[in-house]
């Protein structure tokens, strides 16, 4: 049984489109995260939702909405998708909330969506 | 300045060797300390936390925790080809909200 699952786990697409990735966790935890890695490998915190409630954005353009229909989905909805969005994006889930601190702040990542603009 | 920095390597080390990874962090708040590995196309997977100065052992896996010198470090002990992997280190920090923060992550290579 998958923890935390996304879909789709590949996405190829024009500029211009609008696309979503859905996220899903089957641990009962009370917070999830989107992450994008870079070509460069570098994983950078975008949204951070506790409970259906958005707890971080991070600088991240208005064109990405994250929507959390319950506490077990995230799901990322990026409008007029640019050249530059291409990375994978990685969903993640974890007990508690980073401000507890603690074990129960473990994140469990799901596969990544490999999202490639052209 | 980066929140958390890593060597991005490569590092390469022959088998059954020490592999010996680093990671400084800025925010001097900072109170939890993880090291996940990647293997290419594959997620993030935690092998290591520390919240504590001093050393935490874990089978061949030992973390390190120096916070007066804002210093994470992980050693593997007997290095198998299969810790061949990408390491990223990550901090809970407390500058702006509270956020896990990773590393660029060091690309290690065990030689056999």
């Known amino acids: 049984d998958t923890a935390v699952s996304q879909t789709p786990k590949y996405l190829v697409t024009q500029m211009g489109n609008d696309k979503s990735i859905k996220c899903e966790q089957n641990?009962?935890?009370?917070?999830m995260y989107w992450y994008k890695q870079d070509s460069k490998k570098f994983l950078k915190i975008m949204f951070s939702?506790?409970?259906?409630?958005?707890?971080i954005n991070e600088t991240v353009p208005n064109r990405f909405s994250p929507k959390s229909p319950d506490k077990a989905h995230l799901n990322l909805h990026i409008n007029s998708l640019e050249l530059g969005d291409s990375a994978v994006y990685f969903c993640?889930?974890?007990?508690?909330?980073?401000?507890?601190?603690?074990?129960?702040?473990?994140?469990?990542f799901g596969q990544g969506t490999r999202l490639t603009v052209v | 300045q980066k929140e958390v920095e890593q060597n991005s390597g490569p590092l390469s080390v022959p088998e059954g060797a020490i592999a010996s990874l680093n990671c400084t962090y800025s925010?001097?708040?900072?109170?939890?300390f993880f090291w996940y590995r990647q293997y290419s196309g594959k997620s993030p997977e935690l092998i290591m936390f520390i919240y504590s100065n001093g050393d935490k052992e874990d089978g061949r896996f030992t973390a390190q925790l120096n916070k007066a010198s804002q210093y994470v470090s992980l050693l593997i002990r007997d290095s198998q080809p299969s810790d061949s992997a990408t390491y990223l280190c990550?901090?809970?920090?407390?500058?702006?909200?509270?956020?896990?923060?990773f590393g660029q992550g060091t690309r290690l290579t065990i030689n056999p």
């Open positions: 641990l009962g935890h009370d917070t």
């Open positions: 925010d001097r708040g900072s109170q939890s």
């Open positions: 993640a889930s974890s007990q508690d909330a980073w401000a507890a601190g603690g074990k129960d702040t473990e994140a469990f």
């Open positions: 939702y506790n409970n259906k409630e958005l707890i």
């Open positions: 990550a901090v809970i920090s407390f500058q702006g909200a509270q956020k896990l923060v």
